[in-house]
């Protein structure tokens, strides 16, 4: 099997496993996949920054983001 064809299996076992979990289970693996997403991204945007400086500046951008949201439910 080719490299191509091991991720393709690898996909659809991960896919099968998928199917098993429960809404709150799924919801919580696809945040845990976006949060990994984010951080990824900021490393790649600045390939110098040690994880602890990536996980701060994620931190306080998702505090902004609440602190944004917050406020709209509050004024709403």
């Known amino acids: 099997m080719n490299s191509f064809e091991n991720q ?3 996909a659809q076992n991960v896919a099968k496993l ?5 809404d ?7 945040l845990q996949l ?6 990824n991204e900021i490393q790649l945007a600045n390939p110098t920054l040690t994880q602890s400086e ?8 998702l505090r902004s983001i609440l602190a944004f949201l ?3 439910t509050v004024s709403g």
């Open 8 to 10: 393709i299996k690898s």
């Open 18 to 22: 998928f199917l098993l979990l429960s």
């Open 24 to 30: 709150e289970q799924k919801l919580a693996f696809e």
């Open 34 to 39: 976006m949060d990994l997403k984010v951080k």
């Open 54 to 61: 990536v996980n701060n500046i994620y931190s306080n951008e």
């Open 70 to 72: 917050r406020s709209l």
